[in-house]
C-alpha cells in the first residue's frame, strides 16, 4: 500500500508555527505560471487531529503548504470547506487558494498620495521586468501584505509601457508577461527556507511610509550597486515575488509514450465562426453629429413657425428633438465586422458563421477593430495535449536529483520551456509547460500532469500594431493634446 508521499503542513495565519498533515485521504493541488492564482483539494476524515485548526478557514487565515521531494513548494490558504456524510463518518473536503491570490489588488494611478487625491493614472514606459516590478512594489508597500520583491538588475527585457487605472494587476500584467515568455514566481517564504539570490526589496515594515522608505533605498541599491548583495536580510515570513524570464529547459523532453508517461490525451477543436461582429455603441462623434443635425432641424422648424409655436411649442419640439436623439444614439456606424476568408473558403457553406462581441468602444475606434481581430484567432480550432506521469521515474517536479544508481533525473518546474514529442503524430516542439496538477491518494503513486502549450492571447500584427495605436492615444488625451 502507496502511503502518503508529500510533505503537508497547516500554520498559523503568520506563517511562524506549524504542524503535519498526515493520513490524509486525497490531495490535488494545481499551478500555473502567470498571475491566475491557483486552486487545491484537500480531503481527510473529520476527525482528523488537524480538521478543527482547518475549519478555522470560515473565521481565520489558515495557511496549507506543500513539499515534494524534488524541492517542489506550493503555499497557500484553505479558501471553503464541506464536511458531509454519515453521522460519525463525516469527511473534510477543503478547497484551498494560492497565496498569490494576496497579488489581486487593485493598481492605484498614485500609490503614495491619499485616495481623494488620486492622479488620472500611472503610467510607465520601460522594461518589462523593471515595469512589472514597479506595479507590484508600489502597490504591495500600499497594501501592507508582508512581501520581498526581487528588483531586476541589467534589465534586457522588451520594451513596454503600461497605464494603470484602479487596474487589477492580474488583468494589467498577465497578458503581457504571457506575451513576451516571462513569468510570475510568488510563494511564501519563512525562516529556515533558502532565500533567492539577488537584489531585494523588503516590504515588511509596520507603516506604509517605512515600507516606502524601505522600497526606495532597495531601487537606489539595485541601481547604484547592481552587483552587490541585497541590503537587507529577511527575517520575518513573507510572499517572495519575482518576474522572470521564462527558463530554458529544453534538454528535459516529454515524450506521449515515455515509461513515465500513465495516460495520454490529445483533444481536438474545431475552428469557430469566419466572421466576427463587434461594437453595440456608435463613435462618440458619430453620436454628436446626429444629436447636432437633430437640435439643427428643431430650431429649423421653430424658426418657420415663428412666434405661431411659442413657448409651449418650443417645450413640445425640445421634448421630441430628445425623443428621436434616444432613438438614434447608437444606432448608425454602431457594428462592424471581419472575416477570415481563407478559414471561409477552406471549411465550406456548412461551417459556423458569426459570431458577436459587445464593445463599450466606438465601431470603429482602434480597440473595438482589434477585438474582432482577436475574436477570430480565438476561434481557429486548434489541439490540446495533456499527459499524466509519474514522478519521480525519469524526470522529477522540482531541482535536478541524482538517483541511487547514478543516474540523473532532470527537474522541471512550471514555467520552464521543455522539449514535448507527441508519438501519435510523430511532431516534436519545444514548448512552456503552463502549469501542473499533483494528485496524491492513499494507496496510489503520486501522479503528475503537466499542462504542456503556452496559452496567451494571441497577436498579429494588425492586434500588435493597434495596441500601439490605442496606448499612443490614450497618452495624447492625458496630455490634454485631443479635445
Not at 527575517?235 to 529547459?249: A, F, I, K
Request: net charge negative; hydrophobic share 40%.
Amino acid at each position: 500500500m502507496v502511503t502518503n508521499t508529500l510533505d503537508l503542513r497547516v500554520w498559523n495565519n503568520e506563517y511562524t508555527r506549524w504542524l503535519p498533515i498526515r493520513g490524509y485521504i486525497s490531495a490535488e493541488f494545481n499551478d500555473e505560471c502567470g498571475f491566475t492564482a491557483p486552486t487545491g483539494t484537500l480531503t481527510v476524515p473529520a476527525d482528523h487531529p488537524r480538521a478543527t485548526r482547518l475549519m478555522q478557514g470560515s473565521s481565520d487565515v489558515v495557511p496549507v503548504t506543500l513539499t515534494t521531494e524534488g524541492g517542489y513548494e506550493w503555499t497557500g490558504s484553505v479558501d471553503t470547506y464541506t464536511a458531509e456524510g454519515k453521522p460519525g463518518r463525516e469527511i473534510l473536503t477543503l478547497d484551498l487558494i494560492h497565496d498569490k491570490s494576496l497579488l489581486h489588488i487593485p493598481a492605484w494611478p498614485s500609490t503614495r498620495t491619499p485616495l481623494e487625491m488620486q492622479t488620472k493614472r500611472d503610467y510607465q514606459v520601460g522594461r518589462l521586468a523593471t515595469v512589472c516590478t514597479h506595479f507590484l512594489t508600489e502597490n504591495l508597500a500600499r497594501v501592507g501584505t508582508p512581501a520581498y520583491v526581487m528588483l531586476p538588475t541589467m534589465d534586457n527585457s522588451p520594451i513596454v509601457d503600461v497605464a494603470a487605472k484602479m487596474t487589477y494587476l492580474d488583468e494589467l500584467l498577465g497578458d503581457l508577461l504571457d506575451k513576451h515568455d516571462y513569468v510570475l514566481r510568488c510563494e511564501m517564504w519563512w525562516p529556515g527556507k533558502p532565500f533567492p539570490q539577488g537584489k531585494v526589496a523588503a516590504l515588511v515594515g509596520r507603516s506604509t511610509q517605512e515600507r516606502q522608505l524601505h522600497l526606495t533605498a532597495a531601487r537606489v541599491d539595485a541601481a547604484v550597486r547592481p552587483f552587490g548583495g541585497p541590503i537587507v536580510t529577511p527575517t520575518v515570513p513573507g510572499l517572495v515575488v519575482s518576474v522572470e524570464q521564462v527558463r530554458n529547459r529544453e534538454h528535459v523532453r516529454f515524450s506521449s509514450n515515455g515509461r513515465d508517461v500513465e495516460q495520454f490525451k490529445l483533444t481536438g477543436r474545431k475552428p469557430g465562426p469566419h466572421t466576427a461582429i463587434v461594437g453595440g455603441k456608435s463613435d462618440d462623434w458619430v453620436n454628436e453629429l446626429v444629436e447636432m443635425a437633430i437640435d439643427a432641424s428643431a430650431q429649423a422648424i421653430l424658426i418657420a413657425l415663428g412666434s405661431t409655436a411659442g413657448p409651449l411649442g418650443a417645450l413640445l419640439a425640445g421634448a421630441i428633438s430628445n425623443i428621436i436623439v434616444n432613438q438614434l444614439t447608437d444606432t448608425l456606424i454602431a457594428y462592424q465586422q471581419r472575416t477570415d476568408v481563407e478559414r471561409k473558403a477552406t471549411m465550406g457553406p456548412f461551417a459556423p458563421t458569426e459570431s458577436f462581441t459587445s464593445s463599450s468602444a466606438g465601431a470603429y475606434t482602434f480597440d473595438t477593430s482589434a477585438l474582432a481581430e482577436r475574436q477570430l484567432l480565438e476561434d481557429a480550432g486548434g489541439q490540446a495535449i495533456e499527459i499524466t506521469i509519474a514522478d519521480g521515474v525519469s524526470k522529477v517536479l522540482g531541482d535536478d536529483q541524482q538517483a541511487d544508481n547514478g543516474k540523473w533525473r532532470l527537474g522541471w518546474r512550471p514555467g520552464d520551456r521543455v522539449t514535448f514529442e507527441e508519438h501519435l503524430s510523430g511532431v516534436v516542439v519545444s514548448d512552456i509547460i503552463t502549469g501542473v496538477t499533483i494528485t496524491d491518494q492513499v494507496g496510489q503513486r503520486m501522479r503528475i500532469t503537466p499542462k504542456v502549450g503556452k496559452t496567451r492571447n494571441r497577436n498579429n500584427a494588425f492586434t500588435d500594431f493597434v495596441d500601439v495605436l490605442s496606448k499612443v492615444t490614450s497618452v495624447a488625451a492625458d496630455m490634454g493634446l485631443q479635445g
